[in-house]
């Protein structure tokens, strides 16, 4: 999975959606399903933070615009958020992917994302602990020189 999670878009396919995305704006200012959906996907994969969050602002407006897709934009809404490290959100999209159908790709998604989610909590925990060891080396210094 991380190996999938890690794979960018190539610059020229993001390009190319995003030219036609805007063209289609630009003519009548209206944009076609498909051609957001091409365009969230290339972003979701983006190697730039930003992008993947234009992307999911886009499939969350498919997803609530446009049902008969729905499923195919909550997996990437999922894959979207597990890239940028919202693995809460990321973990609610696979739990509504799997109320629609079982898939084994969105539950290893998912299994991931809960890894994940996990060494993080791991790390936040090590670096306050290690915060409060420091803290508390500190005033105990600063108690140590006072009485002297």
């Known amino acids: 999975m991380d190996e999938l ?7 020229e396919d ?3 959606f995003e030219k036609k995305y805007l063209h289609e704006l630009e003519l009548d200012g209206d944009v ?7 365009y969230a996907f290339c972003l979701v994969r983006s190697r730039y933070t930003n992008d993947i969050r234009k ?14 897709g729905r499923r195919d934009y909550i997996y ?8 940028i490290k919202n693995y ?12 629609i159908e079982s898939n084994d790709q969105v539950r290893s998604l998912e299994e991931y994302i809960k890894k994940q989610s ?9 670096v306050a602990g290690g ?3 420091v803290l508390g080396g500190i005033l105990g210094l600063g108690i140590a020189l006072a009485r002297k």
């Open 118 to 126: 996990d060494k993080e909590i791991a790390k936040g925990m090590a």
């Open 55 to 68: 992307g999911i602002m886009i499939l969350e407006e498919l997803a609530r615009t446009h049902p008969d």
């Open 32 to 38: 076609t399903t498909e051609t957001k959906f091409e």
């Open 131 to 133: 915060a409060a060891l």
């Open 88 to 99: 809460d959100l990321s973990l609610n999209y696979c739990r509504a992917f799997l109320e």
């Open 5 to 11: 999670l890690n794979d960018v878009v190539p610059q």
């Open 76 to 83: 990437y809404l999922a894959f979207g958020n597990a890239r």
């Open 14 to 16: 993001l390009e190319r």
